[in-house]
């Protein structure tokens, strides 16, 4: 079990998220109102605090959100997760449908620390059940 931390967003592209404390996700699309947001496997974005708070050691100055991520747990390290694994927050139910990605262009993060943790750390989830989900709520990994 985890701890959400952050519930986070960003209205445009290309801009960092910024912590809400609580938002709706929904089904076929993700968290509402976020930029990156839509009917496609990456919907929604998840974050160990754990993995931040480890780079923070290192002298990284980040908030929550900064590295594009919607969602920010404590407790569960998300990158040993199969693909296929269900996650539950209330009434969220999410999927995992990919771990790690692609770093094309090195972001800000990047560039100051010569390291970014979201590439390897972070996953992204599909929404299957929606609902809102706020910070302080428990979030579970679903045994089949």
Not at 85 to 113: A, F, P, W
């Amino acid at each position: 079990m985890g701890n959400v931390m952050a519930v986070c967003k960003s209205e445009k592209k290309g801009t960092q998220k910024q912590n809400i404390s609580k938002g709706f996700f929904k089904v076929d699309h993700g968290l509402v109102g976020d930029a990156h947001a839509g009917n496609w496997h990456r919907q929604v974005s998840l974050l160990s605090f754990d993995k931040i708070e480890d780079f923070r050691a290192k002298g990284a100055e980040v908030e929550h959100g900064a590295f594009g991520e919607n969602l920010v747990v404590a407790g569960i390290d998300f990158k040993t997760l199969p693909i296929g694994t269900h996650l539950r927050c209330n009434e969220v139910e999410m999927e995992v449908t990919q771990i790690g990605k692609e770093c094309h262009s090195h972001c800000e993060i990047y560039k100051v620390m010569g390291d970014c943790i979201m590439p390897r750390e972070g996953i992204f989830v599909k929404i299957l059940h929606e609902g809102e989900i706020t910070v302080g709520d428990t979030l579970q990994v679903v045994e089949e």
